[in-house]
């Protein structure tokens, strides 16, 4: 693994469209300030540039990284470009370039090392997020202009699936490290699973998360379970749509919006909860996923995701499934399974533990003193995993 000595007095600066105090912020933001942190535990010096906001001023450090919060979320890629030419972050020694979706095109204003840092690949968000040309628009650059203006890059996946996404795309597969996810320790809440059934959803509010799909879950089931909860956590810019459509299929007091909450209320949910679902369109791992099995809630996901598939240990700490009617069907036959739930619920308490911040921050740093040496990290974990 990386000597300390070597990362130790390097800065390093991240480019991000958003931080986790940016009220659309959610598990890419706590895995890029989780990885920012492990290198400046290393000694390195640590900046991430992302999009200003109301919830945060415009400097500030936390944790020993600091932040520069510039621009819109569009504008954010031209004043982190401006930056970087212009060395308002001051001298910088490597690069991660955060691809989401859109790259921040750091590679054509510098020439020290960049790494680029992929949660998963949008092809099928595009045009459900940018209907029409702006997404053909996107998909272009994260397609085709992306993985050439990068080709000499290293880049960083955090999964196997998101890793031969991006080999189709035509990176080298030498090229792409894989850094998992890790998990931040249980937080007590003192409380036992729900009474009733109660289904909880938990994540950013957005087209591409299908909430709808579980809302339509719960509709279908409380015939049988006339007392069951989804409770959907979260907030973003699809509420509203998400409000109005629960409302008109009569959801009443079925379906319960949470919105944004405190770390505390969201263990809460995960502790009552008898099921976690995830019918997002698309995950690079799914954070979520091991918050919730750390309550022993087992997760409902969607095999097709991608990264759901090395999250979830499916059958032994939650349930992949194939479509919509599946994902009804086998929440509605483990909310009455009672044993076969509490088996998942152990599962996923253990694969939980499978994957630490620790050993991710590690790798990740790994793959940092391996770009500033020139020296390619294979595919897997930087460690061989």
């Known amino acids: 693994m990386s000597d300390h000595s070597e990362i130790s007095g390097r800065h390093v600066a991240f480019f991000s469209w958003r931080d986790t105090r940016n009220p659309e912020g959610g598990g890419a933001e706590r895995y890029l ?53 212009r060395r308002k972050l001051g001298l910088v020694d490597v690069v991660v370039d955060v691809q989401n979706g859109l790259p921040f095109f750091t590679r054509l ?24 040309i702006t997404g053909r628009v996107g998909w272009w650059i994260e397609h085709a202009l992306a993985p050439r203006l990068y080709r000499a890059c290293q880049y960083i996946a955090v999964s196997r699936a998101t890793r031969d996404e991006l080999e189709e795309l035509g990176v080298g597969r030498d090229r792409i490290a894989v850094v998992h996810n890790g998990t931040d320790p249980v937080l007590p809440v003192g409380l ?27 509709l279908a089931l409380r015939s049988e379970h006339p007392d069951l909860r989804l409770h959907i956590v979260g907030s973003g810019w699809w509420e509203a749509e998400l409000r109005e459509y629960a409302a008109a299929r009569d959801a009443g007091d079925t379906v319960v919006f949470e919105g944004q909450v405190d770390e505390r209320r969201k263990h809460e949910i995960y502790e009552q909860a008898w099921l976690l679902g995830l019918p997002s369109l698309k995950e690079g791992w799914g ?19 991608g990264g759901t598939r090395e999250s979830i240990a499916d059958g032994r700490s939650g ?62 974990d930087p460690d061989g995993e």
Request: charged residues 20%; neutral net charge; glycine residues 6%.
């Open 287 to 305: 954070l979520v996923i091991g918050e919730a099995g750390m309550h022993r809630t087992p997760t409902v996901a969607y095999r097709s995701a």
């Open 192 to 218: 036992d699973k729900a009474p009733h059934p109660m289904i909880a959803v938990v994540g950013r509010l957005v087209p591409h998360k299908q909430v709808e799909n579980a809302i339509d879950s719960a």
């Open 109 to 132: 204003v510098t020439r020290k090392p960049v790494v680029v840092l992929v949660h998963h690949v949008h092809r099928e968000q595009w045009p459900v997020v940018y209907p029409g």
């Open 33 to 85: 300030e989780k990885m920012a942190e492990g290198l400046v535990e290393r000694g390195a010096a640590v900046t991430i540039l992302c999009a200003a906001h109301a919830a945060a001023p415009p400097d500030e450090t936390i944790n020993g990284v600091r932040f520069v919060r510039r621009g819109t979320k569009m504008t954010v890629y031209l004043e982190g470009v401006a930056a970087l030419l």
């Open 319 to 380: 349930m992949l499934v194939d479509d919509a009617a599946q994902f009804t069907e086998t929440i509605g036959r483990l909310l009455v399974d009672h044993a076969e739930r509490a088996r998942l619920g152990q599962g996923a308490l253990e694969m939980s533990h499978t994957f630490t911040w620790q050993h991710a921050q590690e790798s990740f740093a790994h793959v940092v003193v391996s770009a500033l040496k020139n020296v390619r990290i294979d595919c897997q």
